[in-house]
């Protein structure tokens, strides 16, 4: 390879580099979801109480599935606030809480909290549920503070996987530090999100499987879900 | 284009790429363009930075860089970037926007510069100096150097600092354990941040001034060296140190405020080195900052208010006075003498500076 092609390529892999910080990531565990036929939902309690009917406060669009029908994604408008919501429901809580649901045409991504609920902002709904799949954590970690990251969920292929955790608090702010360690080999971790309490969500796209948060000055407890 | 114009050029579509993102109006590939310009930005002070002591290790410049640039584009739910946003809010972007483009680019400059020092100070457990390296070069810095000699006694290399006054003063013999008056002698006289050649011009001219010949050697310089470089990486990372107690800096200005942080980090890094010898416990650490703390409050408000004793046994109500006596008083008492001399100094350069200009 000549001196110039081969700056050339690496130039074009610094360039992709610095755009995955950027792009929606292209997750490797992910279950495609088809429009389900039915608008009649079988679990109308499932929305959630708040004081009124549930039929009042919400309309349900349409709904999705996958091919399994483990996952029902709701597509709902809240009447009150106008907004649209996206419920995800799947009988373990590993994979509707903290999960991606990816709108594929619009190289949307929005991550779903402990409920399984996201907030879609103002989409067209043809064209952004035209492609929609669901991308659940591949690994949950909990950490306390003064303790060792604890894993509490895994896929199969990462069950060895651990992290390492060191806390720096020279700054106002405390940051963590957190490292990937024994990743198999063919494994490549697209997202990091830290759930601060259940509160705060934060997502990172890891960087040599290395990530860094600033924490909030008191926190309870730490999640961290991995994506792959 | 000359190389400065298309500098500011891409300082100002950085600019304007931060008004869309903080509006909330940005597409993706003004996302990808702005990252991409501030890897570009940083990439030389990677460079530059990591020349001090750090050799990089497993790492190239370039995932220093992203590794930097990604701490600030980490995101919450609602696809906000709070850290950048932070740093770049609407207050300062607005203030830019009618700004000359070079004031945007030293202060651009100046946040690159500090998150890349946070993420050298992050990986400090993971990047080592390259301590053969850095000890050939300063052999072969001393070596050059008027005013420095250099000894073989019992296959040590000692180092003989003795400026302008040849014979007239005996060298002190520095032994390995009081390194630390080096340190803090370099730390004083702002020696950190600066490669081998100046750093050890620098401390000839010091000792010098100081008419304090020493013969030290040259392991211990290189540790000094480190140390110092460490120790200024330190004190430079962050806004700010921990909040220790409720108390704060009162109605300090914001220039003292400024100090008395800096001066907190550099207290806790002296505390450190106590701890890792064994010479004061974990929980010892804390009462000894919190002491400091109410020490400076009291410096700001009209002077010391009781015993130093006392302000050490109001969080560490176990230690007794024949203890404090013994172990602890030497401690305090070099904690403060060290914090005097830098807040001294600082505030010295400080008011020259203003006289300036």
Redesign the interface.
């Known amino acids: 390879m000549t001196d110039r092609n081969f700056k050339k390529k690496t130039d074009t892999e610094f360039v992709n580099l610095c755009s995955e910080l950027a792009r929606p990531a292209n997750f490797r565990r992910r279950v495609k979801l088809f429009h389900h036929l039915s608008q009649v939902s079988p679990f109308p309690h499932l929305v959630g109480f708040s004081g009124l009917p549930s039929y009042e406060i919400y309309a349900e669009r349409r709904s999705l599935v996958s091919s399994d029908h483990s996952f029902l994604l709701r597509i709902l408008h809240d009447q009150l606030s106008g907004r649209l919501e996206a419920h995800l429901l799947h009988p373990s809580e590993h994979r509707y809480r903290y999960t991606f649901i990816v709108l594929e045409s619009l190289k949307h991504e929005f991550l779903t909290d402990f409920r399984g609920w996201a907030f879609l902002s103002q989409i067209e709904e043809d064209r952004a549920l035209a492609a929609v799949s669901v991308s659940p954590p591949a690994a949950v970690f909990e950490l306390k503070p003064d303790d060792e990251p604890v894993l509490i969920f895994a896929e199969e292929e990462l069950k060895e996987c651990r992290l390492k955790t060191e806390f720096f608090s020279v700054g106002p702010q405390p940051t963590l530090k957190v490292r990937l360690v024994n990743l198999p080999e063919d494994s490549e971790i697209k997202r990091v999100v830290l759930v601060i309490d259940d509160q705060e969500t934060l997502i990172a796209v890891p960087q040599k499987d290395l990530t860094f948060y600033e924490l909030p000055e008191s926190f309870r407890t730490l999640r961290i879900y991995l994506y792959e | 284009m000359s190389r400065q114009a298309s500098r500011l050029a891409e300082e100002r579509k950085v600019l304007l790429k931060l008004l869309y993102i903080i509006n909330n109006n940005y597409k993706?590939s003004d996302?990808?363009e702005l990252?991409?310009s501030m890897?570009r930005l940083i990439l030389p002070l990677v460079r530059k930075q990591s020349g001090l002591y750090l050799r990089l290790a497993g790492?190239q410049p370039?995932?220093i860089a992203?590794?930097t640039?990604?701490?600030l584009?980490?995101?919450?739910?609602q696809?906000r970037f709070?850290?950048l946003e932070k740093l770049f809010n609407w207050k300062i972007i607005e203030k830019f926007m009618v700004a000359r483009e070079a004031d945007f680019r030293r202060y651009l400059r100046n946040i690159l510069s500090r998150r890349l020092k946070?993420?050298f100070?992050?990986l400090s457990?993971e990047i080592q100096p390259e301590r053969a390296k850095i000890r050939r070069e300063i052999l072969y810095t001393l070596k050059k150097l008027p005013g420095c000699r250099i000894n073989k006694e019992n296959g040590r290399t000692m180092a003989v600092i003795q400026p302008e006054h040849p014979g007239r003063t005996k060298p002190t013999i520095l032994k390995e354990d009081q390194s630390d008056r080096l340190v803090e002698i370099c730390l004083n006289q702002g020696l950190g941040s600066l490669q081998v050649p100046k750093f050890f011009r620098r401390l000839i001219e010091v000792l010098s001034d100081r008419k304090s010949p020493v013969e030290v050697s040259l392991n211990t310089l290189l540790e000094t060296y480190i140390e110092t470089q460490k120790n200024f990486l330190?004190s430079e990372?962050?806004?700010?140190?921990?909040?220790l107690s409720s108390s704060g800096t009162g109605t300090a200005s914001p220039e003292i405020s400024d100090l008395l942080e800096e001066l907190q980090?550099r207290n806790t890094l002296l505390l450190n080195r106590y701890l890792t010898r064994n010479k004061i416990r974990k929980e010892e650490k804390d009462a000894y900052l919190r002491a400091l703390n109410d020490l400076f409050q009291d410096w700001q408000d009209g002077g010391q208010e009781k015993s130093l004793y006392e302000y050490l046994k109001k969080y560490a109500p176990e230690i007794s006075p024949g203890e404090y006596r013994q172990r602890k008083r030497k401690i305090l008492e070099y904690l403060i003498k060290s914090s005097r001399d830098f807040l001294k100094i600082r505030l010295l350069e400080q008011h020259s500076a203003s006289g300036r200009t």
């Open positions: 993706e996302l990808e990252i991409l890897v790492y370039r995932d992203l590794l640039i990604s701490t584009f980490i995101r919450n739910k696809g709070p850290v946070q993420t100070y992050y457990g330190l990372v962050g806004n700010g140190p921990v909040t980090v």
